[in-house]
């Protein structure tokens, strides 16, 4: 069973650019999460997708954005990037929305702004 | 808001010793669940052990166990027989049951290295 696959793995990007990742979640999963992970500020959460709907948002600039595709994939987009944007962006997915239901997490996406 | 503290930035173990790391949490939740995940050099992820919260008992995983101790909000890890492979960064995670707002929170980690 294939895992959780994030592309593209590494990333280097110019300040102001804009940046599209991508998470396909496992087979059967219809809900995908995004988290950012920073040496400073740990793993944040970004946002969680359950069947096409943003289901909860965390706290970050609304050049922060993301969707989910009828096939559960979800794409992550990040406008008008910053310096402290560089993070290592992680996808999770998992059959439901509730804590009883466990995450399964990609490698990430390592985005660098220079 | 619920928040999960790992005090130890880093920790030490001999190969085939015992380690523990330690994990507090604070919440007004009664329904919620706890994780350790493992994350090595490659970046991804691993679950190694979850916890109920309506469950008295220790969740166990071969080598891997917990003590929960609901009252003092305490969720720490044991290794057992600890292995080279053993050393990555270890996260202890709190999700509540229910709800719209059930995302995973995160403690800063703790780096666990295991000597030969």
């Known amino acids: 069973k294939a895992g959780v696959t994030q592309t593209p793995r590494y990333l280097i990007k110019t300040r102001g650019q804009q940046v599209t990742l991508s998470c396909s979640p496992i087979?059967?999963?219809?809900?995908v999460s995004w988290y950012q992970q920073t040496p400073g500020q740990g793993l944040q959460f970004l946002f969680e997708y359950f069947s096409e709907t943003q289901r909860n948002k965390g706290n970050f600039p609304g050049r922060f954005s993301g969707r989910q595709f009828s096939n559960s994939r979800s794409e992550m987009n990040v406008s008008t990037l910053e310096l402290g944007d560089s993070a290592l962006y992680l996808c999770?997915?998992?059959?439901?929305?509730?804590?009883?239901?466990?995450?399964?997490f990609g490698s990430g996406t390592r985005l660098t702004v220079v | 808001a619920q928040t999960v503290t790992q005090s130890q930035p880093e920790m030490s173990v001999q190969e085939a010793e015992t380690v523990t790391l330690s994990c507090t949490y604070d919440?007004?939740?009664?329904?919620?669940?706890l994780f350790w995940y493992k994350q090595p050099p490659s970046r991804q992820m691993i679950l190694v052990i979850r916890q109920e919260a309506y469950k008295q008992q220790n969740a166990t995983e071969n080598r891997f166990s917990v003590n929960f101790q609901k009252a003092a909000k305490s969720f720490s890890l044991k290794i057992s027989d600890s292995q080279l492979g053993d050393a990555a960064m270890y996260f202890c995670a709190y999700r509540r049951g229910t709800g719209a707002n059930s995302k995973l929170t995160f403690g800063k980690g703790i780096t666990l290295s295991v000597r030969p």
């Open positions: 919440t007004s939740e009664s329904d919620y669940y």
């Open positions: 999770a997915s998992s059959l439901g929305t509730g804590g009883y239901y466990g995450y399964t």
């Open positions: 087979s059967g999963h219809r809900s």
